[in-house]
T-cell receptor, first 115, second 115 residues
Framework: GAGVSQSPSNKVTEKGKDVELRCDPISGHTALYWYRQRLGQGLEFLIYFQGNSAPDKSGLPSDRFSAERTGESVSTLTIQRTQQEDSAVYLC?????????????FGSGTRLTVV | GNSVTQMEGPVTLSEEAFLTINCTYTATGYPSLFWYVQYPGEGLQLLLKATKADDKGSNKGFEATYRKETTSFHLEKGSVQVSDSAVYFCALAGTGYSSASKIIFGSGTRLSIRP
């Protein structure tokens, strides 16, 4: 597609429920990244995919967080048993070949609110 | 590990004022440096970048020079406009396989321009 697409744009969920966030990268981009942005704070790296493997998942905050990617396409970030501290904007980005030093293209994010 | 420190906000200026947002970094090797911008209600966009020492990145009247001797990448604009009101993030991507897999972001600086 023309840009990085994320869905839903907003999600309100009850504490303890599971949520799935989706990211469609730019067509042909082999690398995909997930970040989290808490209110008023910077971006926190979560996980990086090259193709459908994840060579760097050092930023996943707990085992409640997982992500997968189908080929060089859609990725899903799953948060199980959500907690209020999971409330944040979850941003997805993609790049052509995994060279982060060329910069990323970001999606508009999913705003997650856990009540 | 790699890190980015940027000037805390908010920064409030009058239209046509000179802008500087300070950014310093810690990294091994020769990282690439970026400024990203997040306009109200929009996703992150790459504003400018520099990939080696003494390079100057520029876009939309903004400039930043990669200074290895002072490990800095300060953002400047000679005459700001109301439309420049946004949150600005300084960022770096390291060298080497694992470092190049992700961009490290600063905490962001909110800029507000008064008419």
């Amino acid at each position: 597609g023309a840009g990085v697409s994320q869905s839903p744009s907003n999600k309100v969920t009850e504490k303890g429920k599971d949520v799935e966030l989706r990211c469609d990268p730019i067509s042909g981009h082999t690398a995909l990244y997930w970040y989290r942005q808490r209110l008023g704070q910077g971006l926190e790296f979560l996980i990086y995919f090259q193709g459908n493997s994840a060579p760097d998942k050092s930023g996943l905050p707990s085992d409640r967080f997982s992500a997968e990617r189908t080929g060089e396409s859609v990725s899903t970030l799953t948060i199980q048993r959500t907690q209020q501290e999971d409330s944040a904007v979850y941003l997805c980005a993609s790049s052509l070949d995994g060279r982060a030093d060329f910069g990323y293209t970001f999606g508009s994010g999913t705003r997650l609110t856990v009540v | 590990g790699n890190s980015v420190t940027q000037m805390e906000g908010p920064v409030t200026l009058s239209e046509e004022a000179f802008l500087t947002i300070n950014c310093t970094y810690t990294a091994t090797g020769y990282p690439s440096l970026f400024w990203y911008v997040q306009y109200p209600g929009e996703g992150l966009q790459l504003l400018l970048k520099a990939t080696k020492a003494d390079d100057k990145g520029s876009n939309k009247g903004f400039e930043a020079t990669y200074r290895k001797e002072t490990t800095s990448f300060h953002l400047e604009k000679g005459s700001v406009q109301v439309s420049d009101s946004a949150v600005y993030f300084c960022a770096l991507a390291g060298t080497g396989y694992s470092s190049a897999s992700k961009i490290i972001f600063g905490s962001g600086t909110r800029l507000s321009i008064r008419p």
